[in-house]
């Protein structure tokens, strides 16, 4: 089996490389129409900039796995602004989508917290769909929606799961088809456990993105060969390996918060599971030193017996 490594949105290595500035809608409305045309303008240059730099790292690095930044786009679904973001940048998008195409790399976004389909208010489900349209609106402008994914949770619960799970059914109707075609579900540290996500996405046919850190601070009934087991079949419909977030507690008081790097020790169970299943996967590195933290991993595991490492962001487990 193979496990290809990512991480998320920044390559910390790389001097002043953030994809994501951004601007206040206070000091948004404090600008002339004119200065805020030009600020958004600069501001998401910058930012595909940076983009494009951490892409053509990932190449230099073999690094096929990347979590795009939700933010490249400021002020970008805030209703007084919502700007046309594609039409300036149609060459750079491309451009960005040419490089994602052309080297084989998987993609992904992650929309945030407030994006989510199971509130009773009318108003946070619209806003969610808007939110996801946003970042698939990005996947179409570089022409990489097709092999890419826009991952979510479940939600919150409002004090009844069973209730609140019917009612994210039911709001997820409001998702266009193309967007819940690459949308997948992850489970979460606090509420909706592997068992329960698991479910969901059985059940709206939406593929499951395996968060093992989150597993371990949230567990249910479901042991881990059955999880993967099940998690492997929701990706079946796709020519993608499933996609498994991996990082480690920061301490023992702190379970739930991210370390800075990932203790390979603390993966040997999933690692082990997975070689049982002999299944090739794609580890999304969620620790804070990002990219730092991934290479520092694939190199622990590397020294591991019976593991090969066969490329800059690839092992090989036998």
Avoid at 126 to 154: C, K, Q, T
Wanted: glycine share 4%; hydrophobic share 40%; with cysteine.
């Amino acid at each position: 089996m193979k496990i290809r490594f990512g991480y998320v949105s920044t390559a910390i290595s790389l001097w002043e490389a953030s994809p994501s500035r951004t601007i206040t809608f206070t000091r948004y409305q404090q600008l002339s129409k004119k200065e805020q045309s030009a600020k958004l303008l600069e501001l998401t240059a910058e930012n595909i900039k940076s983009t494009r730099r951490m892409l053509l790292y990932n190449i230099a690095h073999e690094i096929e796995l990347y979590r795009l930044s939700s933010s490249i786009v400021p002020l970008a679904t805030h209703p007084e602004v919502m700007w046309d973001f594609v039409t300036p940048f149609q060459k750079e998008w491309q451009e960005l989508g040419d490089i994602i195409r052309g080297n084989h790399l998987r993609v992904s976004f992650h929309p945030n917290q407030f994006t989510l389909f199971t509130s009773p208010k009318d108003k946070i489900t619209d806003n969610a769909v808007i939110d996801m349209e946003y970042h698939y609106r990005m996947l179409e402008a570089m022409g990489a929606e097709e092999n890419s994914a826009l991952n979510i949770h479940i939600g919150g619960a409002y004090g009844d799961k069973v209730e609140t799970i019917q009612r994210f059914h039911q709001n997820l109707k409001k998702l266009p088809a193309p967007i819940k075609e690459v949308m997948t579900l992850e489970n979460d540290d606090k509420t909706y456990n592997a068992d329960e996500t698991l479910l969901a996405c059985e059940k709206e046919s939406i593929r499951f993105v395996f968060d093992y850190h989150h597993h371990m601070a949230n567990l249910g009934e479901l042991l881990l060969p059955e999880i993967l087991s099940r998690t492997v079949a929701t990706w079946e419909k796709t020519s993608l390996p499933p996609k498994i977030h991996v990082s480690s507690p920061k301490s023992e008081k702190a379970f739930r918060s991210h370390a800075d790097f990932v203790d390979v020790e603390f993966l040997m169970p999933l690692i082990g599971a997975l070689k049982e299943l002999k299944v090739d996967v794609d580890f999304m590195i969620e620790a804070k030193k990002k990219d730092m933290a991934m290479l520092q991993l694939i190199a622990d595991i590397s020294k591991i017996r019976g593991v090969k490492r066969i490329s800059g962001g690839t092992v090989e487990i036998k």
